[in-house]
């Protein structure tokens, strides 16, 4: 009965190593591959494991299962020497050149994480693009030489991970995702006009006052003429107001107003150019109306490569002259 036992036993250990040889063969573990070709590109075992900081016993057991994956032997080797079998040439010959190529693209990708160079590509609503974001992306890509920056800019809320996006400036109200948005501060909305233009009809003194002009309306923030405004201290309005010109863009409204079509509504940033060269004045200061932030947005916090890391804290350092509010 014993022997019974004894038999299945040596049975079933000479199956399940048959079985642990056959699930090996076929498949590849890379730390073996390229431990094998440390091993001959140093010159044995003990050179190897202090390049690669493991023990040698590491280095050997890596080898022994390599060889035992391919079921054949790849190298000879004694207490003092080491050669490469025939068919551990012939591996070595096919596989040190590919192991090469992998170490060279990891030391790219590591570079790529400390070194800001490459194509950043960025999207922006249109009217930001009008406003600052030449000028700044004109000092930003002098400071960074290696970098390129290709801007889309567009009204539609782009799919960063889909559509290949390193970052995008988003104003408004945002949606949940899975995105990482930093807020660069708040996109207040005056009420502007050409000093032509006011000199022409007159220089509003109350809200009540703006019924009687001429408005150049943005479709996004004056709704079926229904002009919603915030006073001083909190106080809500909100005003019909009528006008020849109306669209969906404040980049459009922006050269409207220069050219003297009206009164209408900026956000402050884009105003504020036209303003400090004295083509458009604000109309009614204390009233506004009220505007979504401004947000920096990028698919992940976690290995954020170098380029889209030194876009973010330049664009955190230029936040003065965004004419941006808290």
């Known amino acids: 009965m014993l022997l019974g036992n004894g038999r299945a036993m040596l049975a079933w250990t000479s199956r399940r190593t048959r079985f642990e040889k056959n699930r090996l063969r076929g498949r590849v573990d890379l730390n073996e591959v390229s431990t094998f070709v440390k091993v001959i590109e140093s010159g044995g075992f003990t050179a190897a494991a202090e390049e690669l900081d493991l023990p040698k016993s590491t280095i050997s057991r890596r080898i022994a299962r390599l060889e035992e994956r391919l079921g054949v032997r790849l190298l000879e080797r004694t207490t003092r020497k080491m050669r490469l079998t025939e068919a551990g040439q012939a591996y070595y010959d096919q596989v040190s050149g590919p192991i090469a190529t992998l170490h060279t693209a990891s030391a790219a990708a590591e570079e790529q994480q400390d070194v800001p160079r490459g194509l950043l590509k960025l999207t922006a609503p249109v009217d930001l693009g009008h406003a600052f974001l030449a000028d700044l992306l004109v000092r930003f890509t002098k400071q960074y030489p290696e970098l390129h920056v290709q801007v889309e800019l567009t009204g539609r809320v782009v799919d960063l991970i889909r559509e290949g996006f390193d970052v995008a400036l988003r104003a408004g109200k945002l949606e949940d995702s899975s995105l990482v948005a930093r807020r660069l501060g708040?996109?207040?909305?005056?009420?502007?006009?050409?000093?032509?233009?006011?000199?022409?009809?007159?220089?509003?003194?109350?809200?009540?006052?703006?019924?009687?002009?001429?408005?150049?309306?943005?479709?996004?923030?004056?709704?079926?003429?229904?002009?919603?405004?915030?006073?001083?201290?909190?106080?809500?309005?909100?005003?019909?107001?009528?006008?020849?010109?109306?669209?969906?863009?404040?980049?459009?409204?922006?050269?409207?107003?220069?050219?003297?079509?009206?009164?209408?509504?900026?956000?402050?940033?884009?105003?504020?150019?036209?303003?400090?060269?004295?083509?458009?004045?604000?109309?009614?200061?204390?009233?506004?109306?009220?505007?979504?932030?401004?947000?920096?947005?990028y698919p992940s916090a976690r290995y954020l490569p170098a380029k889209t890391k030194v876009f973010r804290d330049f664009i955190l350092e230029q936040l003065d002259e965004l004419g941006l509010e808290d």
Request: overall charge positive; charged content about 20%.
């Open 186 to 297: 708040g996109t207040g909305i005056g009420i502007y006009a050409s000093k032509t233009y006011l000199a022409a009809r007159g220089t509003p003194k109350s809200p009540e006052q703006l019924r009687a002009h001429a408005f150049v309306m943005h479709t996004g923030v004056i709704s079926n003429g229904r002009l919603p405004l915030v006073g001083p201290n909190g106080e809500e309005k909100v005003l019909e107001v009528d006008g020849p010109l109306s669209g969906n863009d404040f980049t459009f409204v922006l050269r409207a107003l220069e050219a003297s079509g009206g009164i209408g509504l900026l956000p402050k940033f884009s105003a504020r150019r036209a303003c400090a060269e004295g083509v458009l004045v604000q109309v009614l200061p204390e009233w506004t109306r009220q505007g979504g932030g401004l947000h920096l947005v």
